[in-house]
């Protein structure tokens, strides 16, 4: 019987040699004894096969993550955290990339995402010699990792655009050795630098730019412990525009004239979807943990997320939104629109529940987390019930709307006409004056807002460095 498809593919040899080969393996041999191999043994125990044809870039990132030992601060599955293809959905829905492949900038956008140190550079932007310079650099360390973007063309192999990282360099036949992830397709094999540079000297024709390489390392600050923005429904698209482009316009009305007047204004137009894009990640310890008792190093976390939340409601502007969101003048004006009203409920109710699985709705997600037996929130306060049928405001809406008001660019409150409301205002949500911890989770939504902005603009295709926040 005759069996479609394709069982892998004779790797072009030249320009590729198969790192298997014996010539692969005296390469292999040298570059060790030249100490330019050292991220190779970070990277190999992480080498894994992408699960999608499209997936590579994201493939290619996850690996890089979790060998530069990034902490994704929630569950992959199980108890286990650990970076995988289906997480790294905060710039680019999944379905999308399952079915187009992933841009460059995109990808960049989901390491900055993901808690990493980004340095891009497009090949038109740098020359092959400093990219030489950056690949044995990266070689001889293993705390930094190059990821290329590249046409396998230029390699004699089929298909287009590919990402892969580099695991290594042999500096007397200025070879570097590419970790294919499409392991299905093609084995790790080494390539002549100079026809790498070649491959990656090429325009994706998805979007008219170069392709290049990223350096990837640690941040120096700790990742957000207990709030982030998802783009993986499509609703982020709106809510992105709405809190970066209406919300000014809407605080520059004559009729916002206090403290109130500004949080009302911001959450009285909510989009319908603005439930799915902010998050909260609460980790949830369930019967299928094997009923073990938390790590110190799972108790210290979960200590820093309730210290994180209670920093949160100990600022002055969560009095400010407790008061407003619970006043009776509000609850007028919500009630009078019902599709405002819900998504107001509604947001209640997303918490990115870690180790629940897949609960469907969020709602239904939510009273898993509250009221399930053996559901163990490890000491994390949450509201003690279910979401209310009535128009009852929970300190989880009031904690996520602080967060996010914290977490909005600067500039935003710059348009505020009334001098007074903008000093207290700007006070108010000032870095500086923060709590300590509290700074950290904020950069970090605000950095996930302005890429997710970015995104939509498509203005990451014209920056890629981290954004100023």
């Not at 286990?80 to 900038?105: T, V």
């Not at 205002?425 to 700074?439: E, H, K, N, R």
Request: hydrophobic content about 35%; charged content about 25%; glycine content about 6%.
């Amino acid at each position: 019987m005759e069996v479609g498809g394709f069982y892998r593919r004779v790797l072009p040899s030249p320009p590729a040699i198969e790192f298997s080969s014996p010539q692969g393996k005296k390469l292999f041999t040298e570059a060790i004894h030249e100490g330019t191999m050292e991220g190779f043994f970070k990277l190999i125990p992480n080498f894994q096969t992408q699960s999608e044809p499209a997936y590579c870039g994201l493939t290619t990132l996850a690996m890089v993550l979790n060998a530069l030992s990034i902490d994704p601060c929630r569950k992959w599955k199980g108890p286990w955290r650990w970076f995988d293809e289906s997480m790294l959905d905060c710039c680019e829905p999944l379905e999308k990339i399952r079915e187009k492949g992933i841009s460059f900038e995109k990808v960049v956008c989901l390491a900055h995402c993901a808690g990493a140190n980004v340095n891009a550079f497009r090949t038109n932007q740098i020359s092959i010699d400093e990219f030489r310079k950056y690949v044995v650099a990266c070689s001889k360390s293993d705390d930094r990792h190059v990821i290329s973007s590249y046409n396998r063309r230029a390699f004699k192999q089929t298909g287009t655009g590919h990402f892969s990282p580099i695991g290594g360099y042999h500096a007397e036949s200025d070879m570097v050795l590419i970790l294919d992830v499409a392991r299905f397709k093609y084995p790790p094999h080494w390539v002549p630098l100079s026809l790498l540079w070649e491959a990656m000297d090429t325009v994706d024709q998805a979007t008219g730019l170069h392709r290049g390489f990223m350096l990837v390392s640690r941040q120096q600050r700790p990742p957000a412990f207990l709030y982030t923005l998802s783009c993986k429904h499509e609703s982020w698209i709106n809510t992105a525009k709405y809190l970066t482009e209406d919300v000014p316009v809407l605080l520059s009305s004559d009729n916002v004239k206090d403290i109130k007047d500004v949080v009302s204004t911001v959450f009285s137009s909510l989009p319908s979807d603005f439930a799915e894009f902010s998050k909260w990640v609460a980790e949830v310890h369930t019967k299928e943990d094997g009923g073990k008792s938390l790590s110190q190093e799972e108790k210290g976390r979960l200590a820093i997320k309730e210290e994180v939340l209670k920093r949160v409601q100990e600022t002055a502007l969560y009095k400010h939104v407790t008061d407003t969101l619970s006043s009776e003048e509000f609850l007028r004006k919500i009630e009078q629109n019902s599709g405002q009203r819900d998504c107001l409920l509604n947001s209640t109710a997303t918490v990115c529940c870690q180790g629940a699985g897949e609960s469907g709705s969020s709602n239904r997600c939510y009273r898993q987390v509250i009221v399930d037996q053996g559901v163990d929130m490890g000491g994390l306060p949450l509201s003690q019930t279910e979401p209310s049928s009535s128009c009852s405001f929970n300190p989880a809406r009031n904690d996520v709307f602080t967060a996010l008001l914290l977490a909005l660019p600067p500039q935003t409150w710059s348009v505020v006409k009334n001098e007074q409301v903008l000093k207290e205002i700007s006070a108010l949500v000032s870095i500086q004056t923060l709590p300590s911890l509290l700074p950290d989770e904020i950069l970090h939504l605000r950095e996930q807002l302005l890429l997710l902005k970015r995104c939509k603009d498509n203005g990451v295709e014209d920056d890629l460095g981290a954004p100023s926040i």
